[in-house]
């Protein structure tokens, strides 16, 4: 097991404690300089509100929006606030949680939705937390501030999403696979302001999404949206999640930007206006960031075996043609390096690590051009995105790691895909209506080279893939019931038996309030997915294309749920949810479901698949959400579920590798004077199957691991228990606003489960003994972990 966590010893920790303790106490006077806002209210079309309320709750601060609908607060003591909106005929929306700095702050934009209510005159109150009629539950959004301040998270958004409701720790709690409900880790599709991103990690496992770090900027994003239920009908290919990010447009007033530096990385991000004439608002803004790791230098210096070293890059151009139209650039990429080093001096942990961990050189890429447009008679809008990604990945394991010699595994790919996207919204009275297309070419070649299976073959498959889908909202009953009724249907032209009809996949979502501040929800709906290059571009050894005939993996999901809106900002939840899973890809080599695989450094599906496995996941899940209101804030969340598919028998599900029965979440802070703030986060799982090591066959192949996939679900890993605590303290200054965190994972000192490890037997300098053996490697024991940050921004 690979882990990416810093070994600091208690006396450093409390060393570098003592530091920033003295650091946040020393006196900073005049350190309060104040803060504007600023922002644009529009309705759901696009078209700007004029002489909308805005108010600063808990001030005496307010304005109203201008003839394009823009607003500024200026003169703001820096806190963090919950900002309103309203006008006369249109709902009140709040944002919570708004953290007003000196600098850095960023445009807060609303969308007002019309009411059904006719007032006379307009009500300032707090609205209510609400979730999309599209997606009537298993719905969870995150602000930037939020996601900013995450306890443990070391400003990963992936980390942060994997504490949302539902959603498992990885093995061992270090990498960012998103498991949802049961789910695999390769059932999550991601999309970044519509366009449509595979690859959000360092380091990604092919074939699957997850890895140890993510490599999306914090400081781009404006929210994130988790559904693991209710999917829009406009995204293909998910089976359990669809995680969006939705980014912020850079300053179009003044240059700016900030520096983040971490305990194993350095970020630096600049954004401002481009072709500004003098004081004007430019029409063009840019917002760009490239962030360094140092892992590689730290665990040279401590003398770790493992070397990951990485840079990635996140870039956004936003333009206005004129008032309907725009144009927006964005991409993201990474450039990564695994690599092993021998460590100073004998470790047998070390050893095995050396031994067994592969060397990966990947580099992504992703690039999208959107253009969207308003229509002039404000009846709806449309989004047209051409994107590209590349991903290149080689991933080597050797007989002998140190000298790079005697190849064990080889995987030379690279996967590229030509996307378009379009879609057009239109709104007919109460209807709203949307419909579009993606069309796709892809690309995938790879040479292969697997001694432990006797597998050796080049491949290259290009195809189109393609499909259509249509959506319709509406209310009714005086706006008590909403209805959401979405379909869509996909194909290509590489796989033989999947086409438009095969793939029709309905979907319905309702919410009845049934009374006051009460609601029923319910949705329903079919969902497919195409199987990963690394399966369809697969040959044998006499180089056919044996999974060609292979289906999409057919999802289908049946949700139920209840909530109770508690007040203007907190709310409680009940669900319950069954998802049954056919034509799931089952391992020809291991008989066992693909499911039980891909939250590793790995390969995943490069290999003979049959689309014969079965599946199901259900259970029930509690959520608690507590928005900022007395400086507090909060999400709980419990859920208690099963995972179970089947091999070549289809009629015998076992527990699957992600079957932890008992979910718990606990994610929350509190807002002190002076701009401290401190949080936590708290996970729990309960134990897992594993799948045991076969120790004859990895003997005979070592240091290639072989597992004994006949004998998953004897063994259990222990419970996952982990408590993060993060404490933030904010300065204030005429030219740029400082924040200096200190947070400790696991600072409970929890063990972390993790599968047993085995490495040869050696004598304490190092020799193998013989004849040779396996023995099992001892864990380290939990222990907490201390970590740095400062943001600089200016």
């Not at 992504?364 to 253009?371: F, Q």
């Not at 490890?757 to 190092?766: A, D, H, K, Q, V």
């Amino acid at each position: 097991m690979i882990s990416f966590r810093l070994p600091f010893p208690a006396s450093k920790m409390v060393q570098t404690l003592g530091f920033i303790i003295f650091l946040m106490t020393a006196s900073f006077a005049n350190a309060q300089a104040a803060g504007v806002l600023s922002g644009k209210v529009t309705d759901v079309v696009g078209e700007p509100i004029i002489g909308a309320s805005v108010f600063l709750n808990g001030t005496e601060k307010g304005t109203i929006t201008d003839e394009n609908g823009q607003y500024i607060l200026a003169e703001i003591v820096p806190a963090s606030y919950n900002l309103t909106v309203s006008y006369l005929g249109f709902e009140t929306q709040t944002k919570f949680n708004i953290l007003v700095k000196s600098k850095g702050n960023q445009a807060y934009n609303y969308i007002l939705k019309e009411s059904t209510e006719n007032l006379d005159e307009v009500v300032v109150t707090n609205s209510k937390i609400g979730r999309p009629k599209e997606t009537p539950l298993s719905t969870q959004t995150l602000s930037a501030v939020e996601i900013a301040t995450y306890p443990g998270s070391n400003n990963d958004v992936v980390q942060v999403a994997q504490s949302l409701p539902g959603v498992s720790p990885s093995v061992g709690g270090f990498r960012n696979d998103l498991i949802i409900r049961g789910g695999a880790p390769n059932e999550t599709v991601y999309y970044l302001d519509g366009m449509e991103v595979p690859n959000i990690n360092h380091f990604s496992t092919q074939g699957s999404a997850g890895g140890p770090v993510g490599l999306l900027n914090v400081s781009f994003i404006e929210d994130v949206t988790l559904s693991t239920s209710a999917f829009g009908a406009q995204y293909d290919n998910p089976l359990s999640g669809v995680l969006q990010f939705r980014q912020r447009n850079g300053n179009s007033r003044n240059f700016g930007g900030n520096f983040r530096v971490s305990a194993s990385e350095a970020a630096l991000t600049l954004e401002g206006p481009l072709f500004k004439k003098d004081n004007e608002q430019s029409k063009t803004t840019f917002l760009i960031s490239a962030r360094r790791s140092y892992l590689q230098t730290l665990f040279a210096l401590i003398g770790l075996p493992i070397r990951p070293n990485y840079w990635d890059y996140q870039y956004k151009i936003d333009h206005e043609l004129d008032d309907y139209n725009s144009i927006t650039l964005l991409g993201l990429g990474s450039i990564d390096d695994f690599t092993l080093a021998p460590p100073d001096e004998f470790d047998s942990k070390q050893q095995a690590q050396l031994e067994q961990a592969p060397f990966i050189d990947q580099t992504s890429n992703t690039t999208g051009l959107t253009w969207k447009n308003r229509f002039k008679d404000g009846s709806g809008f449309m989004q047209t995105t051409l994107s590209n990604n590349r991903l290149a990945n080689t991933f080597t394991r050797y007989v002998d790691s140190e000298n790079r010699t005697g190849i064990i595994f080889r995987n030379d790919a690279v996967e590229s895909e030509t996307k378009l996207r379009h879609q057009i919204t239109k709104f007919y009275g109460d209807w709203k209506v949307a419909g579009g297309l993606n069309l796709q070419q892809s690309y995938y070649s790879n040479e292969t080279v697997n001694t432990t299976n006797n597998l050796l073959f080049k491949t290259e498959i290009d195809f189109v893939k393609y499909g259509f889908f249509a959506n319709a909202t509406n209310s009714f009953f005086d706006n008590s019931l909403d209805v959401s009724f979405g379909i869509r249907t996909d194909a290509d032209t590489f796989t033989e038996g999947n086409n438009l009809a095969s793939t029709l996949s309905p979907r319905l979502g309702l919410s009845y309030e049934f009374q006051e501040n009460w609601k029923l929800n319910a949705s329903v709906g079919r969902y497919f997915k195409i199987p990963p290059y690394t399966m369809l571009g697969f040959r044998n050894n006499a180089l056919e294309l044996v999974n060609q005939d292979l289906k999409y993996t057919r999802s289908d999901h049946y949700v139920v749920g209840v909530q109770r809106i508690l007040g203007p900002a907190a709310s409680i939840s009940v669900e319950g949810f069954y998802k049954n899973y056919d034509d799931y890809p089952v391992s020809v080599i291991d008989g066992v479901s693909i499911a039980n695989k891909g939250g590793g450094f790995e390969v995943l599906g490069n290999e003979e698949i049959a689309s014969v496995g079965r599946g199901r996941t259900y259970g029930t899940e509690l959520q608690f959400q507590q928005k900022l209101t007395n400086n507090f804030y909060g999400i709980f969340s419990y859920t208690y579920f099963y995972s179970e598919f089947t091999g070549f028998d289809r009629n015998v599900f076992l527990p699957s590798v992600w079957d932890s029965r008992h979910l718990i979440s606990l994610v929350g802070g509190y807002k002190l004077k002076r701009n401290w703030e401190v949080s936590a986060r708290y996970r729990f799982a309960g134990g897992t199957p594993f799948v045991p090591t076969d120790l004859e066959r990895t003997l005979e192949v070592y240091p290639d691991i072989v597992l004994d996939y006949p004998r998953l679900g004897e063994e259990k890993f222990g419970i996952f228990s982990q408590l993060d605590v993060r404490v933030d303290k904010k300065w204030n200054f005429s030219k740029l606003s400082l924040d200096v965190f200190f947070e400790v994972q696991n600072i409970l000192a929890q063990n972390n489960p993790q599968p047993p490890e085995y490495g040869l037997n050696r004598e304490e300098s190092g020799a193998i003994i013989e004849p040779r053996s396996l023995i099992a490697i001892m864990q380290d024991n939990g222990r907490p972990i201390p970590s740095i940050g400062i943001v600089i921004d200016f």
